[in-house]
């Protein structure tokens, strides 16, 4: 037994999920059947940090021109130079996350983190250090995002993988994306996929079934995706020759960076936002229900990735617009005008409230239920000095609650003066009678006989 070591497990071959136009993105950016040949957006995931766990990233291709790339760490350590990609896998997911044309969050910070071979092969161990690295690296000031093209078939689940995904979305506050699998089977029996803590997508098809989007066969299914996001011939940077090379690649890997850059937009678009939240809501968000059921596979979810982050939430900005000693006014557009529960919650000093999992609801912030229907409110007793907190939660019917932007304002402490008003005696100089100060329900002076 040893204090250090937490766990021992067999170590497992991890495999890249992909094989060797902008439809993807037109794709995503639309609900229906139909694509209107665009890609709308309003959010780039810029501020946001992506760590790519692959094979590494060509640094020198036009999709990353702007250095927004670079270099963090290799775990598979077989000679492949830190700002090439010898396999070309990783190129091209981090250019669907981020690429300047072909990427989904066009202002994301990628970070390349390497654990795969140049044969594409690698090891759960080097995913688990890498994401131990991230977690103990990542600048908190940031946003960040896990990428995980990757899967490995673990007879134990490969616990540390699950607690090292865990980690990074329960405590370090960061958004764990990864691909389903390109095997034609149940995505359960594959990890990172198989757990809860990491948005797992399949592939849909390039080509519609009674016209309706569908699932390509070999893309993994069943009950553990989170949802499918286009994996057929969808259009990437491809590592070698040109550094100016396009092409169309089809797998689950190039479906789970259209997640990942999402939930980037996402995160510029929400900052205060948990990795909680953002991962219950790219799920509940997504375009329910327009895939045919036809090929689906078992126990599949019938949703598909929405890029539109900016149509997310009925009400999104909340505005200060006033203040006193003691409280703060609120106000706020709503798109449909009624909520059936809508509350204002607030807290001290701290712009991320802590969310329960089952609600979204926070846990430990003072709240206020409101009227359906108001657009504006008071929230009155803030009787302490500091920087307090806003959201407003809110949700139709009895689903997950749906989250605002967060507003702040400063409350500086109540003032008055009197005699003996202060909390405690005042203590004088010298003998006879002084003057010493005290606090009451603000800064306030009393007077206390010294001796």
Request: charged residues 15%.
């Amino acid at each position: 037994r040893s204090d250090v070591v937490k766990m021992v497990e067999c170590d497992v071959e991890v495999q890249p999920d992909g094989f060797t136009s902008y439809w993807d993105l037109d794709q995503v950016d639309d609900t229906g059947n139909s694509l209107d040949s665009d890609f709308t957006y309003t959010y780039d995931g810029s501020g946001v940090v992506v760590y790519v766990l692959d094979s590494g990233i060509q640094l020198s291709h036009s999709q990353f021109a702007t250095g927004r790339a670079s270099f963090m760490k290799d775990f598979a350590n077989d000679g492949c130079a830190t700002t090439a990609d010898c396999y070309g896998h990783g190129t091209r997911v981090a250019s669907v996350i981020g690429g300047t044309t072909v990427g989904v969050a066009r202002g994301v910070t990628l970070k390349s983190l390497v654990v795969l071979r140049q044969n594409g092969g690698g090891f759960s161990s080097w995913v688990v250090s890498a994401l131990q690295h991230v977690a103990a690296n990542h600048d908190t000031s940031k946003r960040g995002v896990v990428a995980m093209s990757l899967s490995s078939t673990c007879s134990s689940g490969c616990a540390c993988l699950r607690t090292s995904v865990q980690n990074l979305l329960n405590n370090k506050n960061i958004v764990v994306s990864s691909s389903a699998g390109n095997n034609g089977a149940n995505s359960c029996n594959y990890s990172p996929c198989s757990y809860p803590e990491s948005l797992c997508s399949g592939g849909l098809d390039k080509t519609q079934v009674s016209g309706r989007w569908a699932r390509y066969s070999t893309s993994n299914y069943g009950s553990c995706l989170s949802l499918f996001a286009p994996g057929r011939s969808v259009k990437v940077a491809k590592a070698g020759g040109s550094s100016t090379l396009l092409s169309a690649y089809t797998g689950t890997s190039y479906a789970q960076p259209l997640t990942a850059g999402v939930a980037a937009a996402y995160l510029q678009a929400y900052p205060d936002h948990p990795a909680i939240a953002v991962h219950a809501k790219i799920i509940e968000k997504a375009r329910q229900g327009e895939m045919s059921t036809s090929g689906i596979g078992s126990n599949s979810p019938n949703r598909m990735l929405y890029s539109r982050v900016d149509l997310y939430f009925d009400i999104t900005t909340v505005t200060v617009t006033g203040t006193t000693a003691t409280s703060v006014s609120l106000s706020w557009q709503s798109s449909t005008g009624t909520q059936d529960d809508l509350r204002v919650y607030y807290q001290l000093n701290s712009s991320t409230f802590a969310l329960s999992e089952s609600t979204l609801l926070p846990t430990s912030a003072s709240h206020t239920v409101l009227s359906g229907t108001a657009l504006s409110t008071t929230v009155t007793g803030l009787n302490t000095g500091g920087k307090y907190y806003f959201a407003l939660f809110y949700r139709k019917g009895s689903g997950k609650y749906d989250i605002s932007k967060v507003a702040s304002a400063t409350i500086a402490g109540a003032s008055s003066s009197g005699t003996g008003s202060g909390t405690g005696s005042g203590t004088g100089s010298g003998t006879g009678s002084g003057t010493g100060s005290g606090t009451g329900s603000g800064t306030g002076s009393g007077t206390g006989s010294g001796t």
